[in-house]
């Protein structure tokens, strides 16, 4: 288990159903799909992608809710309908020019087993299969949808060296 990334991350690519949200799929009688997202794992996406991380959401489901929820929080990378999560991560490796090894990955679910064990750092929330437990490289303290995508996000801005500038801007100590 790595407690951190070995190297520098410059994308956080992220599962949805299980990771983003607590895996429940909630339609109404009309069918419409209904979400529930953390505000802190949202804050902690905002901050990243100010810190200059890519975020990218992929996702093995279509859904309207994710595309306003990514629109909400600036994502620009989205996969919907993507059973092929290590293709989607070699695209956006080579359209950002960046290894494989820059990249975290989170998923929870067996179909996200190939994408975690072929990025810098693959995680996983407590919830996740024992085989995808055993495969990555970090299993988050909080749980899916409550908070385990800003855990990941803090451990990144920290080693990458960016969490002390995020905390003196919400200080109002903006480094220039």
Request: aromatic letters at 6%; one cysteine or more; a negative charge.
């Amino acid at each position: 288990m790595k407690d951190s990334p070995k190297e520098i991350i410059k994308l956080i690519a992220l599962d949805i159903d299980g990771i983003l949200t607590d895996g429940k799929i909630i339609l109404d009688s009309e069918g419409r799909e209904i979400k529930v997202f953390s505000a802190q794992d949202g804050m902690g996406i905002k901050a990243a992608i100010d810190a200059g991380i890519v975020i990218a959401f992929i996702t093995s489901r279509r859904s309207k809710v994710v595309e306003i929820r990514a629109s909400e929080l600036g994502v620009k990378e989205i996969y919907l309908g993507n059973n092929k999560k290590l293709d989607a991560i070699k695209e956006l490796a080579l359209k950002y020019g960046i290894s494989t090894d820059e990249i975290c990955y989170m998923g929870d679910d067996l179909i996200d087993l190939q994408a975690l064990t072929n990025v810098g750092w693959g995680v996983t929330v407590p919830q996740a299969p024992d085989e995808l437990k055993s495969n990555a490289d970090y299993i988050t303290k909080k749980s899916c949808g409550d908070g385990a995508v800003r855990e990941v996000i803090e451990i990144i801005l920290k080693r990458n060296g960016l969490w002390e500038n995020l905390i003196k801007k919400f200080l109002g100590n903006d480094i220039k």
